[in-house]
C-alpha cells in the first residue's frame, strides 16, 4: 500500500482551514482547473467523484469574490498526444464547455486553454504570468488532484523556488478531486498527491 493510513493521519493533521490564511484579495488568484463539461458532467473522464466537489467549487470562488480568477480548459484535437495515455477527453465543444456553475465568474475571468496536463507550460499561461507579476497567492481548485492540479502546483512551486520566492500555493483538498476506476484507485491518488503537493510546499486546506 504506497499510501498508508500513517499518510492519511498526517494528511489530516496538516490540513488547515482555509480562513487561517489571511490573503490580499487583489494579489490572490483563484485557480480552476479543469472545471468543464468533460471532467464534471460528461464524456470519458467524467466522474460523479468531481461532481460532487462543485458546491465548493461555488463556495470558494465566492468566498475569494474580489480576486481574479484564473480558468484552465482542456480544449483537445482528435489527435492529441495526451490519448496515448488518457481516453479521448474534450475533443468537442461541449465538453470543452466550462460547467454552468461557475460560468459567472468565468465570464470576469480570464480563460486558458491547454492540450496536456501541465497548464503551466502552455503559451497562455506564460504570457498571463508574465503580465500578473503581483500575484502572491495561488488558490487551486478543481481537477484532477493527481494530473493537473498536481502537476500545475509542483511547476509553480518549482518555479518561485528558482527564483528564491516566497508566494504561496494553497489547494483547497475539498474542491479538488480525481476519478476511480480498476486501476486507479480514487482515494488512494487523491491524497498521494495532497500528500507530494505538502511535502513540496504547498499548503494544504480545507474549506
Avoid at 482555509?18 to 488568484?29: F, L
Avoid at 461541449?94 to 491547454?114: C, F, R, S
Avoid at 498536481?150 to 508566494?167: D, G, I, P, T, V
Wanted: glycine content about 4%; hydrophobic content about 40%; overall charge negative.
Amino acid at each position: 500500500m504506497f499510501f498508508t493510513p500513517q499518510h492519511e493521519k498526517t494528511l489530516r493533521e496538516i490540513t488547515e482551514p482555509i480562513r487561517t490564511y489571511i490573503t490580499d484579495p487583489e494579489r490572490t488568484v483563484i485557480v480552476n482547473m479543469d472545471t468543464v463539461n468533460g471532467f464534471f458532467k460528461k464524456g470519458k473522464m467524467a466522474s460523479a467523484r468531481l461532481r460532487a466537489v462543485i458546491p465548493q467549487l461555488v463556495r470558494i470562488n465566492d468566498y475569494y469574490h474580489e480576486s481574479p480568477k484564473l480558468f484552465f480548459v482542456d480544449a483537445h484535437n482528435p489527435k492529441s498526444e495526451e490519448f496515448e495515455t488518457f481516453p479521448a477527453h474534450c475533443v468537442d465543444k461541449y465538453e470543452q464547455e466550462i460547467i454552468t456553475e461557475l460560468e459567472p465568474y468565468a465570464q470576469v475571468g480570464d480563460i486558458i486553454e491547454k492540450n496536456s496536463t501541465n497548464g503551466f507550460f502552455c503559451k497562455g499561461y506564460l504570457s498571463w504570468l508574465a503580465k500578473n507579476k503581483h500575484i502572491e497567492t495561488f488558490v487551486i481548485v478543481g481537477a484532477c488532484t493527481d494530473t493537473s492540479v498536481l502537476q500545475f502546483a509542483l511547476a509553480q512551486r518549482a518555479y518561485w523556488n528558482e527564483q528564491n520566492n516566497n508566494n504561496r500555493i494553497i489547494v483547497v483538498e475539498n474542491a479538488v478531486q480525481t476519478f476511480h476506476d480498476d486501476i486507479h484507485n480514487g482515494d488512494a491518488m487523491h491524497g498521494f498527491a495532497l500528500f507530494n503537493m505538502y511535502l513540496n510546499g504547498i499548503k494544504i486546506v480545507t474549506l
